[in-house]
């Protein structure tokens, strides 16, 4: 049976919508056989756009658990880290213990501002998030992020779920997307995110995506210590400027656009051809 592209998106939506989730016993009792793992698998591959094939794998071999449904099982493959490398802060030591910080929320746009750069990580998986702060250039490495329709009406349904009051969990999707919120609050986060590989947009607009990551913010409730140690970094990037923050800083302010660098060149080159002419009227050439 041949089914059109736009019809199978319309059925992938639908059977992930959280009412429409059916149980997995009662699938079990539909399936063709009696392997319950060939449905766990059937139902992984169904929906393999957010993780690549090899994710979806190790998760299909490191895992025998036994979903409750379609969606709980997407959120796991999604939330699984095989070979993730746990974000720590490498300098947390070197903090008095006593320094409470006022973590604040900062787009992208202040982020590249303050010496900040982007860093595509290796992986989808949400626990990817890193940041290294170094002497001349700190990073913030990001997971790739990949958004179009089934993604947006995915992550709804997602944090919905994490929601559910007879769901105990650890609010993993929830935080993850109140974390990217954090860092998109204008079209111009969203073209940032794009020049360096980390999104992968469908949607028809920067600003579509900036408003998606907008509206899903003002619902989330994340888990408070979930990301906390990399805005306590970014914080303290802030907060202890160095040289090269503040370079970055005044660049950012006043060389970011191409014309005020021209200015600044050619009121350079006046200043030297002054010092020249200057010169040579005290010291004519013999």
């Not at 493959?77 to 095989?82: A, E, G, M, T």
């Not at 501002?113 to 290796?122: M, S």
Request: hydrophobic share 40%; with cysteine.
């Amino acid at each position: 049976m041949s089914v059109k592209v736009e019809d199978m998106i319309h059925v992938m939506r639908d059977v992930l919508l959280l009412e429409n989730q059916v149980p997995f016993l009662l699938l079990e009792l539909l399936w063709r056989n009696t392997n319950r793992y060939s449905l766990i698998q059937t139902m992984a591959w169904f929906y393999g756009i957010w993780c690549p094939i090899e994710e979806v794998f190790h998760y299909l071999f490191e895992n025998i658990r036994i979903p409750p449904h379609l969606l709980d099982l997407q959120r796991s493959i999604i939330l699984h880290q095989h070979n993730v490398p746990v974000a720590t802060d490498t300098n947390q030591t070197q903090h008095d213990p006593n320094d409470v910080l006022v973590v604040r929320y900062r787009n992208i746009s202040e982020l590249k501002a303050a010496g900040i750069g982007l860093k595509k990580g290796k992986t989808r998986n949400p626990g990817g998030i890193s940041f290294s702060n170094g002497w001349f250039y700190s990073e913030l490495m990001l997971p790739e992020i990949v958004v179009n329709e089934i993604t947006v009406d995915l992550m709804f349904n997602l944090t919905a779920y994490e929601r559910c009051h007879d769901f105990e969990n650890d609010y993993g999707i929830c935080s993850y997307y109140s974390f990217l919120d954090s860092l998109v609050d204008h079209p111009d986060d969203v073209k940032e995110l794009k020049l360096q590989g980390i999104l992968l947009n469908s949607l028809r607009s920067n600003e579509e995506v900036a408003n998606f990551f907008n509206t899903i913010g003002t619902t989330l409730v994340p888990e408070k210590g979930k990301y906390g140690h990399i805005r306590a970094q970014i914080e303290r990037h802030y907060s202890h400027k160095s040289l090269p923050t503040w370079l970055a800083l005044g660049y950012h302010t006043y060389f970011s656009n191409p014309w005020t660098i021209i200015a600044f060149l050619a009121a350079i080159l006046g200043l030297v051809l002054t010092f020249i002419q200057t010169w040579y009227a005290i010291h004519p050439p013999k």
